[in-house]
């Protein structure tokens, strides 16, 4: 352990169990004597508190460990521990209440589709529909607000570019963690303190796009850079992937726009939407709903812009409330609107077979079609085989409202059922034996589970592969750090329990089996997706 993260975790003894335990996703402290945690979305006051000095203390300690200056000239520090934990800290007087502080952790292993199906996130034909967006290089941007989880799915959906392919990706400050062999990535970096030096997301793009890229992944877009981005997606980059802050399809297409006008390129406002239409394929909203669950909740197809120069879009699997639970859970339901989308013949042509009509058929999921769903104005929509009245602008059978009558009784038992056989998993896993060769952690309070069976997943993101850099400031020569201080010593973990007669392993010859045991699940997620039938059952 070095000098820094021991006194960085004394520093930050009053949260520091917060720290360890894995289910606290977000640490934030405004100011000494308040303090919030948040649980599964959830956020709860703490009675953690701190002293004045002893806070203030904290905060400089951090900026001492990513070498970067936190003084009254600049009293707000962004950083990223090297386990990917993200830090921002504002002084006071900005901070009116005192030192305030942001910490944003990680899931601990790497986030996979699976990880999204466990959650409820998305539902396996969803994560079927986005694969086939990645292979057939559509352009895709993932939009919703803050901590809804669009740079998980960006990175999820970055893991499944084919690894024959060139990627190179820019970003404010490297969240991206992709293991693909051909890789290039760039951060950008802000100005030193005589305001020179400057490299920014458009610069990197411009270079981007002269080092032969396959593909383009872009973190969250937020500036002039998006004029460039979209005419490089105009000009034949296709599968570029981005991220923006949105929440709906239509606001998304809006807000690109008006982001490539702070481009300060001079061109009529409709020129620049006929660039974004046609710039982008498919936009993928992500919604961080009131109980705190994260949900994609649209996926849907851009069209050409109307006669009138509007945007249309139209949904192809959206994400429908229906109640609570006891608990005020968001009861709800992932169903495909029974639109058949336009670039359903290339994906085909490609040999992905799976996208027949049936496929985007809420009847073929024993779901009624969602209430409300945007569908291409102007367009010739096509419907999937239950839906095909529509067509001909003839009303739904009786039987279609039938079902949507019965839903919210049925996402209710359903629910039910899945807290019991949830609550009987946890019950079994708090008394599985433990295994020699996969140690139970420190802390956690993770369970164990047998040898060969899955890791679990659980929310949160992994530490990255390789040590995430701290994005760079200014002059800031320091090398990012090593070690991430929040994380407890290595040797506090309890020796691992050996069963009679068992082998006691060396800690090298674990981290091995480790290592391996992580790739061969995260390896094998794809496949897994790629094959998984269409279920029948209500998914939320
Ligand atoms: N599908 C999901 N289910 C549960 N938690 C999630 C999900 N996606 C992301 N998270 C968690 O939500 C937080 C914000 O995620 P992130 O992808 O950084 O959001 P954004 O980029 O939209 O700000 C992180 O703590 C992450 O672990
Ligand atoms: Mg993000």
């Known amino acids: ?193 005589h305001g020179k030096g400057a490299v920014d997301m458009g610069d990197l793009l411009h270079s981007s796009l002269r080092l032969r890229p396959d593909r383009i992944v872009v973190g969250e877009v937020r500036g002039g850079e998006c004029f460039h981005l979209m005419q490089a997606m105009n000009t034949g980059h296709g599968g570029t992937l981005a991220t923006t802050h949105a929440n709906t399809p239509t606001d998304t297409l809006r807000r690109l726009e008006s982001l490539c006008l702070m481009s300060g390129v001079e061109l009529p406002m409709v020129a620049v939407r006929a660039q974004v239409a046609s710039a982008i394929d498919v936009v993928v909203c992500c919604e961080r709903l009131a109980d705190g669950s994260r949900k994609v909740t649209h996926i849907s197809e851009v069209l050409p812009l109307d006669d009138r120069g509007e945007y249309r879009t139209q949904d192809i699997f959206t994400f429908t409330t229906v109640t609570r639970g006891d608990e005020g859970e968001v009861l709800g339901y992932h169903a495909p609107t029974g639109i058949i989308p336009t670039f359903v013949h290339k994906a085909r042509a490609m040999g992905i077979t799976e996208l027949t009509d049936a496929f985007f058929d809420p009847a073929t999921y024993g779901l009624p079609p969602p209430p409300t769903a945007h569908v291409g104005e102007g367009v010739k929509t096509q419907w999937a085989p239950s839906l095909k009245h529509r067509e001909k602008g003839h009303p739904d059978p009786d039987d279609i409202a039938a079902m949507t009558r019965g839903l919210a009784e049925r996402l209710r038992a359903e629910h039910a059922q899945k807290k019991a056989r949830d609550e009987e998993k946890r019950r079994a896993e708090a008394g599985a034996i433990v295994p020699a060769a996969r140690p139970a952690p420190a802390q956690g309070g993770q369970a164990a589970r047998p040898q060969g069976a899955p890791r679990p997943t659980r929310p949160g993101m992994p530490p990255p592969s390789r040590p995430a850099h701290p994005s760079r400031d200014d002059d800031d020569a320091t090398p990012p750090p090593r070690r991430n201080p929040l994380q407890p010593p290595r040797q506090v973990r309890p020796p691992p329990p050996v069963p009679d007669g068992g082998v006691e392993l060396s800690e090298d010859l674990r981290e091995e089996i480790r290592a391996r045991d992580d790739e061969a699940t995260t390896g094998g997620d794809r496949e897994r997706t790629a094959l998984r039938p269409i279920p029948s059952g209500i998914r939320r």
């Open 1 to 193: 352990m070095t000098m820094y993260s021991e006194s960085l975790r004394a520093f930050l003894k009053p949260v520091l169990p917060y720290l360890d335990d894995e289910s606290v996703t977000e640490i934030m402290i405004n100011g000494p004597t308040d303090v919030w945690i948040e649980r599964k979305g959830k956020l709860t006051k703490t009675d953690a508190a701190f002293s004045e000095e002893g806070l203030l203390g904290a905060a400089r300690n951090m900026a001492q460990f990513v070498g970067r200056p936190l003084t009254d000239e600049r009293p707000r520090l962004d950083a990223r521990l090297p386990d990917g934990s993200r830090i921002h800290v504002v002084l006071p007087p900005m901070a009116k209440r005192g030192t305030t502080i942001s910490i944003r952790k990680f899931f601990k292993e790497r986030p996979t589709i699976q990880a999204l199906l466990n959650f409820g996130s998305v539902t396996p034909p969803m994560a079927k529909l986005l694969e086939a967006a990645i292979v057939t290089k559509a352009n895709l941007v993932v939009a919703g607000g803050t901590g809804s989880g669009k740079t998980t799915l960006l990175n999820i959906m970055s893991s499944l570019i084919p690894d024959d392919e060139r990627i190179l990706t820019i970003e404010d400050s490297a969240e991206l963690q992709l293991h693909q062999p051909h890789l290039v990535t760039f951060e950008s970096r802000p100005a030193d303190k």
